[in-house]
């Protein structure tokens, strides 16, 4: 039996060129360039706080404090954004969403953006005649209707300032007193609706049904 060949000049000088690093090694930390992507998202800044979060995760929190899922706060968000004369740039949303939300991995159509816009806006306007309901027909008491809006406004905030929005202290409490005013004007006339006649059991102010229709 011979011995194995030994290798030609050709092959050991290609393995010595190896060795000694004269050949150039495919370079694996090039940047490949990503697609074209619009100015204004690559420039989109919002909900980088949560950047690294899950949809699951997203999601957990807003059903634990609302009826919207994080595909509805996410495509309301961006459809209040990326508004324009003639509407809503949704291609450009459905295309861009994983530039656009951390937490959303997988692009849109369209049709999904518009239908999880659409949804967002149903469930609002549900919610609000739930709402509004609630605090005309004296189910609630006034501290009992306070601390209703109080919880209410403290998530509102904290999915603005999570969305990137800076909100200072006096702005928080302007906000919070204007809307605590709106709401009392609302239990009070709302008692105007259901009686002709009646005394506020707050203040004690006096009127009847015409004051709460002017």
Request: charged fraction near 35%.
């Amino acid at each position: 039996m011979s011995d194995d060949p030994a290798p030609s000049e050709e092959a050991t000088a290609d393995q010595e060129e190896t060795q000694d690093g004269g050949e150039q090694q495919p370079d694996l930390d090039i940047d490949i360039p990503e697609p074209d992507i619009p100015e204004d998202v690559r420039k989109y800044e919002k909900f980088q706080k949560i950047d690294g979060s899950t949809y699951d995760r997203a999601n957990e929190f807003l059903r634990e404090r609302s009826y919207i899922t994080a595909r509805e706060w996410a495509m309301a968000r961006l459809c209040a954004d990326f508004r324009t004369e003639t509407g809503v740039e949704m291609t450009k949303i459905g295309e861009n969403l994983p530039h656009l939300v951390p937490f959303m991995t997988d692009t849109y159509s369209p049709q999904a953006v518009n239908q999880a816009r659409s949804s967002f806006e149903e469930k609002v306007r549900k919610a609000g005649a739930t709402f509004l309901y609630g605090a005309m027909c004296d189910f609630f008491t006034a501290e009992e209707l306070d601390d209703v809006m109080y919880e209410a406004t403290e998530v509102a905030k904290f999915l603005l300032e999570v969305e990137g929005v800076d909100l200072t202290v006096d702005e928080e409490l302007e906000a919070e007193d204007r809307i605590s005013e709106v709401m009392r004007d609302v239990r009070e006339h709302s008692v105007a609706l259901r009686h002709d006649e009646v005394t506020c059991p707050d203040c004690g102010h006096h009127f009847d049904v015409g004051d709460a229709e002017q």
